[in-house]
Structures are given as structure tokens and as C-alpha cells.
């Protein structure tokens, strides 16, 4: 995810660009980038955030009408000057700023060296402009024909706008899987990856299709499809105030990031999850395949909402890849002299790749000969860079301290490697592959689903906001999903929650059940449906509040409970990714209910990087 604004028209550009990249940083802020046209093409870049670059531009000539401008989160290449946007065609003509995934730069790279080009960045950005730029050189046409048929061949995601010294008037864009929004003033354009930069200039915008492409000028917007035909913008009036859109729209990062899960979750599958041809294509499992397909042993190590995810990812590599696997708390991995070494495979679980327990153990466990895998949210972090390979989860920034998006990513990504592994070591059948294959594809579309009940959790948190201790419960995959509700509300609402295996309530803490406690059960339709049921009929013989996640049409648990959340059937292998939802929900609205700062709970931080 990266922040895009364009601005053409009769003001300075520069301010234009500089305030609507600050306002645009919560979709990435690992360096940033301005190109203007006045006399000539100039490119201003900086690792780091939008305020650091303008910083670097104090006393620089920032005079033009025209420019480009893009605050990053890395995907391809690390965080760095060279890698941020924009980038500078090799006939030095053009500037372009891009917010996607180009999936198959590899291949355009190639071409693209054989023919003598040189490249200045690791980006799929940089490799996409010199493309148009080569085709433009060659074929002796126009911009917009060179981006026609350059977009005719590249697989993935992209919003591109470009500028052109041969049209110092001219911004050209053009999208596909990412958003894009202009603003249409008087005698002035201006682009953004959403409205949030142009609300105090218009609120007259069109949003961009995909496939389309947009010609514009001071006095004109041409809109046109791949195929060259002129398209009729569809001007919309925005029904949003400034101070609404600075959190897209949402009360809270929080509530925003749990709300983009159906987006997240398909981001991560996207250009992996290849339905038409049963595959899945993950390049970083690909480098390591023999020695992840011989793993002894697969040790899991993480902290926190990532430790979660790996119990999940215990199950399923244990179900699908028959490999045994250990869960560790990297706080405890690293300092009890572990036993570790060639042919063990250690999976880093973390958002930020910065947590500094995580960090050590895994430099403990390469020491000692492991390989070491890393699923993380955050490109190029210190994990990444000591990580032998591994797999990003695609779920862009995550500000909200509780970890909601992240986790159902990880979810994501850890799945797809088991069904990966699984189906290189024979040990899953193949229906049941295909089965899954086809089931993770329709999971963004049933968080959609779940997300549609939020007013109905809403107030179910409002009736159990003054509790003071909170249960929860659940059997296999749903264990972990159990403990994550637990730890969210807690996180969130200070509220004293304990998340415990169903069946392991009666050694312990079957004694805290009265009249006044909730009792959280995660009870979706799975092979252990009936002994959950059973445990929530202990509970209510001692007159327990029941509160259930339930599948739609168990008919069932409603009759028994006080309150159920239903969400939609499916695999109990994916079912941690939906039952979720409605938990990440009770913690947010609990903690809202009780007037607390949910984005900033006391004494958390984002990435916790002591020991
Ligand atoms: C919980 C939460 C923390 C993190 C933990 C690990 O909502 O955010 O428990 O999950 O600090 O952080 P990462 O995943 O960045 O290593």
C-alpha cells in the first residue's frame, strides 16, 4: 500500500502534493517522493517519512504547476533513497509514481536488460517505466499509445501517473486493483489514492476504473479505456468533511484496519492464489522448497497476536504437511538454550519485524545451523534482513496498536504455505487441496460477511462493557482464536480476560463461572461441534453468561446461549480467519463503550523493540 497525489493547474504544486502525501501516510511512510516540472524534470526522494522530506527541501527551488508525488511502503526493495518514487525513465523524459505490485517484473526486467537498460532501484516500479519508455522510443508513438500496450502486458496491481517533458501540461494515470480519485477544480486536477488530498480543493471527483486510463490538463480530463475508446467521467460529489476521511472515514485506525480485512486478505492471496490452475506461487517457498518439503521439524516463533497465528499454523501444517511443529514465545526460545540446528526450519511470525525477542531468537537459531523463514507485514525490517527468505503478508500499515489486520494475513500467508508444502510432499489429497484452494479464495468476500454485523456486536459489547473478567473458549483451530479474543479484549477494554481450550475449563476455571461472567465460546461447525456444545451446557448449569460465535444455520447453540455472532460456514482450517472478526469487533466497541483511547491502549506500543 503507498499514498499517491498528483497536481496540474495554477497553483504551486508543491504545497498541494507535500500536505496531501502527510495526509495520505497511514498507507506507508518508509520514504517519500516529489517530482515537479518547471524548468526541466526534478525528482526530490528521501527514506523516511513525508516531514523529513520536506525537511530536505528547505531553500530547494520547489517552483512548478505540475508534479507527482508518493509516500511509500515498500514491497519491492527496502526502504531507501534510490528505492523511493518517483522514478526517472531512462530517456530522462518521463517521472512515475506507482502504488501496486507489478507480479510479473521479473520477466519485463529481463527483457528489459537484454536490450541494455541498467536500473537504479530494486523496484517493479522503475522496471514498468522503462517499459513505457522503451515502447515509446521505439515505436516512435505517443505516451498514451506506449502505456497502452506496456499495461496490455502486466500482470498484477498498479495505479501509475506520469509526467512528460515533452507535455509540461499533461499528467497521464492509469489503474488497475488500486484506487484512484480526482478531484476536479477550476482550471486545476488533482489525483489521489483517496480523497483525503483534494476534499479542500473540490469536492467534485471521479474515481477511476480499473483498466482506465486518464489524460489530464489544467482545463481537461479525457478518460479512455485500454482499448482506446473515450469514455463519459462520472462526476460524483463528495459527502465528506476533512476531518472524517483523515482515518478514511473511521473513527479509529483500529476499526478502519479490521473493516479493510476483506481488501488485506485478497491483497495477500492476490498473484499466489492461482484458482485456474490449482497452484499456488509463492517465489520465497520456492527458493527454500527442499529444505522447507525435508523439515524435520518446523519451530514457530513469535510474540503476542503473531504467536497466536503460529498456534493456528500448528494445526494446519501438522494436518496438511504431517511435519511436526512447535509453537515458541521467542521471550522464552531465546534464553533457555534451545535445542536447534540443520534440517529445523524456524518460521518468524511478526507485523512489524521488529520485535526485538523475535529478532534474537531467530539469530540464535541461524547460528545454530536452522533455516530461518519470515512471514512479516513490514518490507525490509530488521527480521526481513536476517531472515534466510520468506513471505510477506501484504496487509500495508498497520497503526492501530492491537494487531487486527495483520493476524488474519499471517493467517493468509501461513496457509497457503502449508497447502504448498503439502502438495509438493503428497501429503495432502487432492481434493481436499482443491477443496481449500477454492475455499481461501471466497475468504475476503465472507469477512465482508462477518462485517456486516458490526452495529449487531456493537451492542452486544454495550450489555457486557461493565464485566470485569471475560472467558473464552474453544477447540482446536479455535483454541488460538479463543486465546487471540482474549488478548484483544484485554488489550483494548483493560477488561481481565483468560482464553483457555474448551475441554481444559473443568481443571481450573470452571470456578470462576457464576451469573456475572461471560463466557465466550469460538463454536463453529467443526468435527468437535458436539463437545463444544456439551461445554457450553456446563457453563449454563452454573449460570454462566454464554456469548457464542456460531456458523450460520446451527440451529442448535442459539437455543442455549445469551447472545450469539454468526459467521459463514467453512472449512475448519480457514475458520480462525472469519471467527476472528466478530471478536477484533466486541474488543474494539467494548473498549469505545468504556470511553477508552483504543488506537493508543495504555502502556502497548506498535512495535515493541526492548526485551
Ligand atoms: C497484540 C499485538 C502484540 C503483537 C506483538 C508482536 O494486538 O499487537 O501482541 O502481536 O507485540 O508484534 P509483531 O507481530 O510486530 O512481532
Not at 59 to 70: A, D, K, T
Not at 331 to 343: A, H, Q
Not at 482 to 503: D, V
Not at 522 to 549: F, L
Request: net charge negative.
Amino acid at each position: 500500500m503507498c499514498g499517491i497525489v498528483a497536481y496540474v493547474g495554477h497553483r504551486q504544486a508543491y504545497p498541494v502534493i507535500l500536505k496531501g502525501l502527510k495526509r495520505l501516510e497511514y498507507r506507508g511512510y518508509d520514504s517519500a517522493g516529489i517530482a515537479l516540472l518547471s524548468d526541466g524534470l526534478k525528482l526530490f526522494k528521501k527514506k523516511g517519512k513525508v516531514a523529513g522530506l520536506e525537511d530536505s527541501l528547505v531553500g530547494e527551488n520547489v517552483q512548478g504547476h505540475i508534479g507527482i508525488g508518493h509516500t511509500r511502503w515498500a514491497t519491492h526493495g527496502e526502504p531507501s533513497d534510490r528505492n523511493a518514487h518517483p522514478h526517472r525513465s531512462a530517456s530522462g523524459k518521463l517521472a512515475m509514481i506507482h502504488n501496486g505490485i507489478i507480479e510479473n517484473y521479473g520477466q519485463l526486467k529481463q527483457e528489459l536488460l537484454n536490450k541494455g537498460y541498467s536500473f537504479t532501484s530494486d523496484t517493479d516500479t522503475e522496471v514498468l517505466l522503462h517499459f513505457i519508455d522503451d515502447i515509446r522510443e521505439n515505436n516512435k508513438c505517443s505516451l498514451e499509445e506506449a502505456i497502452r500496450i506496456a499495461l496490455k502486458r502486466v500482470v498484477g496491481a498498479y495505479v501509475i501517473v506520469i509526467v512528460d517533458t515533452e507535455s509540461p501540461d499533461t499528467l497521464i494515470a492509469a489503474r488497475k486493483g488500486s484506487p484512484l480519485v480526482i478531484g476536479i477544480g477550476k482550471g486545476e486536477h488533482f489525483l489521489a489514492s483517496d480523497a483525503s488530498p483534494i476534499i479542500e480543493y473540490t469536492k467534485e471527483v471521479v474515481y477511476v476504473n480499473d483498466y482506465e486510463l486518464a489524460i489530464i490538463r489544467p482545463d481537461e480530463l479525457i478518460l479512455k479505456n485500454l482499448g482506446n475508446e473515450t469514455l463519459t467521467p462520472f462526476v460524483q460529489k463528495l459527502d465528506l468533511e476533512l476531518a472524517a476521511i483523515e482515518k478514511g472515514g473511521y473513527e479509529h485506525f483500529m476499526l478502519k484496519e479490521i473493516f479493510e480485512q476483506p481488501h488485506t486478505i485478497y491483497d495477500c492471496l492476490r498473484g499466489r492464489l492461482e484458482l485456474s490452475e490449482s497452484k499456488i506461487i509463492m517465489s520465497g517457498v520456492e527458493q527454500h522448497l527442499e529444505q522447507l518439503k525435508n523439515a524435520k521439524r518446523i519451530i514457530m516463533v513469535a510474540c503476542g497476536t503473531s504467536w497466536h497465528a503460529g498456534l493456528v499454523a500448528e494445526y494446519i501444517f501438522e494436518e496438511l504437511c504431517r511435519v511436526p511443529v512447535e509453537v515458541e514465545y521467542a521471550s522464552e526460545f531465546r534464553y533457555r538454550n534451545p535445542i536447534v540446528g540443520p534440517g529445523d526450519v524456524i518460521i518468524a511470525i511478526s507485523q512489524s519485524g521488529e520485535t526485538a525477542d523475535t529478532l534474537v531468537a531467530i539469530e540464535k537459531a541461524k547460528e545454530q545451523g536452522a533455516l530461518i523463514f519470515g512471514v512479516l507485514n513490514v518490507v525490509g525490517s530488521s527480521i526481513a534482513r536476517i531472515s534466510h527468505g520468506g513471505a510477506y503478508t501484504h496487509a500495508g500499515p498497520e497503526i492501530g496498536v492491537a494487531s487486527t489486520k495483520a493476524f488474519t494475513a499471517q493467517l493468509a500467508v501461513l496457509t497457503m504455505i502449508a497447502l504448498k508444502l503439502g502438495r509438493e510432499k503428497g501429503t495432502i489429497d487432492n481434493d481436499r487441496y482443491q477443496r481449500l484452494l477454492t475455499e481461501l479464495s471466497l475468504i475476503p468476500e465472507k469477512v465482508q460477511t462477518v462485517l456486516e454485523q458490526a452495529e449487531n456486536i456493537n451492542s452486544l459489547a454495550r450489555k457486557y462493557a461493565q464485566a470485569t473478567d471475560f472467558l473464552f473458549l474453544g477447540r482446536g483451530y479455535n483454541f488460538p482464536v479463543a486465546l487471540e479474543g482474549a488478548l484483544k479484549l484485554k488489550e483494548i477494554s483493560y477488561i481481565h480476560a483468560e482464553g483457555y481450550p474448551a475441554a481444559e475449563m473443568k481443571h481450573g476455571p470452571i470456578a470462576l463461572v457464576d451469573d456475572t461472567l461471560p463466557v465466550v465460546f469460538v463454536a463453529t461447525k467443526d468435527p468437535y461441534h458436539e463437545k463444544i456444545v456439551s461445554n457450553i451446557q456446563e457453563i449454563k448449569a452454573r449460570k454462566g453468561k454464554v456469548i457464542a460465535v456460531i456458523s450460520e444455520g446451527d440451529e442448535t447453540i442459539p437455543q442455549m446461549a445469551d447472545d450469539v455472532m454468526y459467521v459463514p460456514a467453512c472449512d475448519e482450517i480457514l475458520a480462525p480467519m472469519l471467527n476472528v472478526i466478530p471478536l477484533q469487533l466486541l474488543s474494539y466497541y467494548t473498549g469505545v463503550h468504556k470511553g477508552l483511547d483504543v488506537d493508543k491502549p495504555r502502556n502497548l506500543a506498535k512495535s515493541v523493540t526492548v526485551e
